[in-house]
């Protein structure tokens, strides 16, 4: 089976209704060897695109994945990009904002990361977790010393969706090319990935009381969900809501993805000039005597 980016794209301006979204897909892999020989490929095949994105230095990465809790995040950014050099390559995580960050508005925290020209940036959650985590829990709102912010809360929501989309559209316009994953994830599976974390000794320390009480707010995630992907889908920068109950499948959906965005970039390692071939022609001789 061909991986296909464009079935998993969320289109502009749509509405989005998760329930029609598969979490589960028929796999893209035959059995577990061919998995890691699929997944083998597209590693290296993105390590070579990675070395020519820094080499032109014309054009950003910016990967972003959010995600129910047990989705498979980690996994996903460690095994896609796990061919990728680490200098090339960076990976951030968001917490709850500091009180520092608290005193600025809410994208400030994430665009001081945001990656340099030639370089992979990857986002483990990200801003949108303002229109996620608190669109769900309205108190992180109101401790964000905002004017008049829960008298006005859906206001709030659809300016945050612009911002969203004027930075990310600014940052598309200027060479960052912008790559959004939900990793969708079932209620059911995520259940059974919880009852292993507790089982399992070594996964323990995965998880935590808190994931427990998130669960209960579970409709309330989706329809923030839904709301936030048809609002800040766009051309340039869509969103691609990807199936999760399987991790292998996701990971090699995900990886077919960020490699149809790099191949899609004008890249070439930069034109060497006559001046140039001279003086390493030169050197070349020294060296060989």
Not at 27 to 56: C, D, F, G, T, W
Not at 125 to 143: D, G, Q, T
Not at 275 to 280: F, G
């Amino acid at each position: 089976m061909k991986i296909k980016s464009d079935d998993f794209r969320v289109e502009a301006g749509g509405k989005v209704d998760l329930s029609k979204w598969p979490t589960r897909v028929k796999p893209v892999y035959k059995s577990k060897k061919n998995y890691k020989e699929i997944l083998e490929n597209h590693v290296e095949r993105l390590s070579a695109l990675q070395q020519l994105l820094y080499a032109s230095n014309r054009h950003a990465v910016l990967l972003i994945f959010q995600a129910m809790d047990a989705a498979g995040k980690d996994g996903a950014i460690r095994h896609v990009m796990s061919g990728v050099n680490p200098q090339g390559c960076q990976v951030f995580s968001f917490k709850h904002p500091s009180a520092t960050e608290l005193q600025h508005d809410f994208l400030w925290r994430t665009t001081r990361d945001l990656p340099e020209r030639g370089r992979i940036g990857i986002f483990n959650r990200s801003y949108y977790e303002e229109v996620l985590i608190a669109r769900v829990h309205p108190e992180i709102l109101r401790n964000e010393g905002l004017a008049d912010a829960t008298a006005h809360e859906e206001a709030v929501w659809r300016d945050r969706y612009k911002s969203i989309s004027d930075l990310e559209g600014h940052l598309h316009r200027n060479g960052t090319r912008i790559v959004k994953f939900f990793l969708h994830l079932s209620k059911d599976e995520q259940r059974k990935r919880f009852l292993d974390r507790i089982d399992d000794p070594e996964k323990n320390w995965k998880f935590s009381i808190a994931d427990i009480e998130e669960r209960k707010f579970w409709n309330h995630y989706m329809t923030a969900y839904e709301q936030c992907l048809g609002a800040t889908s766009t051309k340039h920068v869509p969103w691609y809501v990807v199936p999760a109950d399987d991790k292998e499948n996701a990971r090699l959906i995900v990886s077919r993805i960020v490699l149809d965005t790099l191949e899609g970039l004008d890249m070439s390692f930069p034109k060497t000039s006559r001046e140039r071939h001279q003086e390493l022609r030169a050197i070349r001789e020294k060296l060989v005597k």
